[in-house]
C-alpha cells in the first residue's frame, strides 16, 4: 500500500497540463484535428530520443516543413523535388532526410490504402488481447510493405525481436488514455487502457527496479511484460498512468 500510494502521489504530481511544454507530447497537442494529432504524435514520438530540448527542436522543424497540417501535408505527399527538398538537411541523431521520406511514402500509403494510423494499429486488436505485441508486429509489417532502405527499419522497433518499443508504446499511451488532466488524448477506442505497455526507457526501468518493480536487468520486451504485469496489480484498468510516476521521479528528481 505504500508503494502504490508513492506512484498515485507521483502520478499526480506529474500527470498535470504543466507537464506538457517541456514534453514531446507538447507538439501534438497544438493541433485539434485527430488525424493531425495522430501524425504529429507519431513522427514525434519515433524521433523522442535524446535530450527533451534536441526532440522539441527535431520536431519543430519538422512541424515547420509539414505546416499547416500534417494531414494534409501527409494525404497530398509525393516523393517529388520540392517535397524532397523542403527536408533535405532534416536530422535528428541517426534519424535522416532518407528516412523521413520514406515515413512520409508509409504514411501516404496507409492514409490512403489501410484507413489510417488507428485502424492500422487496431488491426490486429480484440477484447482478450492481453497487450499491444502483436498489433504493434502488424502495424510495422504494413508500414514497411512500399520498398525501403534497410537501415530506416531500426528507427521503428519490433517486439518479436525483443526490444521494448518505448517510442510506440509512448505513441499508443498517448492516443489510448482517457486521460482526467488532458495530458495523453484518448482519441483512439479499439485499444483499451488495460492493453497497453508502460514505454520502458532508462529513467524509468532505473526507477522501477529501485522500487521493486523489475528484476529484469536488461530494459527489453521481457521488461515491459513484467513491469507492466507489476503495475496491473496497482491499477488494472489503467496499468501505464504510472509512466508518468516512473518517468516524473527519474528525470526530475534524479531518483
Not at 3 to 19: A, G, H, T, V, W
Not at 71 to 80: A, G, K, M, T, W
Not at 236 to 254: C, H, I, N, Q
Request: net charge neutral.
Amino acid at each position: 500500500m505504500q508503494l502504490k500510494d508513492f506512484l498515485e502521489q507521483k502520478y499526480l504530481e506529474y500527470n498535470q497540463p504543466s507537464f506538457i511544454p517541456a514534453d514531446p507530447i507538447s507538439i501534438p497537442h497544438r493541433f485539434t484535428l485527430k488525424e493531425d494529432i495522430e501524425i504529429a504524435g507519431f513522427l514525434t514520438a519515433i524521433i523522442a530520443w535524446g535530450n527533451r530540448k534536441s526532440i522539441l527542436a527535431s520536431a519543430n522543424r519538422l512541424m515547420e516543413a509539414m505546416k499547416p497540417s500534417p494531414y494534409q501535408f501527409i494525404i497530398n505527399y509525393s516523393p517529388s523535388v520540392s517535397q524532397a527538398n523542403q527536408v533535405k538537411h532534416f536530422v535528428h541523431r541517426t534519424f535522416n532526410s532518407f528516412d523521413l521520406l520514406f515515413f512520409f511514402e508509409s504514411l501516404h500509403n496507409i492514409y490512403h490504402q489501410h484507413g489510417g494510423l488507428e485502424a492500422v494499429f487496431s488491426r490486429n486488436i480484440n477484447p482478450e488481447s492481453i497487450n499491444v505485441k502483436d498489433t504493434i508486429t502488424s502495424f510495422r509489417d504494413i508500414f514497411f510493405e512500399l520498398p525501403h532502405l534497410h537501415r530506416t527499419e531500426k528507427h521503428l522497433s519490433n517486439p518479436q525481436t525483443g526490444s521494448a518499443a518505448k517510442r510506440i508504446n509512448m505513441f499508443l499511451r498517448w492516443m489510448v488514455r482517457k486521460d482526467p488532466y488532458g495530458v495523453d488524448f484518448g482519441i483512439w477506442n479499439n485499444i483499451q487502457p488495460n492493453q497497453l505497455c508502460i514505454p520502458l526507457d532508462i529513467h524509468s526501468g532505473r526507477v522501477a527496479r529501485r522500487l521493486g518493480l523489475l528484476n529484469r536487468k536488461q530494459n527489453d520486451w521481457k521488461a515491459v511484460e513484467e513491469l507492466t504485469a507489476e503495475l496491473k496489480k496497482f491499477d488494472p484498468s489503467d496499468p501505464v498512468k504510472y509512466d508518468f510516476a516512473l518517468f516524473g521521479t527519474g528525470v526530475s528528481e534524479g531518483f
